[in-house]
């Protein structure tokens, strides 16, 4: 919001110095300010819509991985465990237990592997 206002009152400002009439100076910032909500507007959208994409790839590559790449998959999932220092023994079940669930294991990957909410 403020880098719009700064704009808006730059553009009234710089209009002001140049052009007598107060109206084309009050009809410019209006339609600054309406192109650049539009333009604000679509940055987030696209770089929401590119967050999206991003995740739901990883997620499909995860997926596939733990079809695929299950040994790998296994032994990422321990070596998380192990960095938090939980024993070898716990690594082992922990790992068991969350490799049951193809969904929540997913979730679980991305989540502290990837580090994607």
Sequence with gaps: MSYGLTVSFALATG????VDCSSIIFIAGIAEIAASSI?????????????QDHYYNEERREYDEIE??????????????????LSKEIQDKATEEISQDKDRWVEFMMKYELGLD
């Design 15 to 18: 209009l002001s110095g140049a």
């Design 39 to 51: 333009v604000m507007g679509l940055g987030g959208y696209l770089s929401g819509k590119t967050e």
């Design 68 to 85: 695929n790449l299950r040994h790998r998959e296994i032994i990422e999932t321990k070596e998380f465990f192990a960095n938090i220092g």
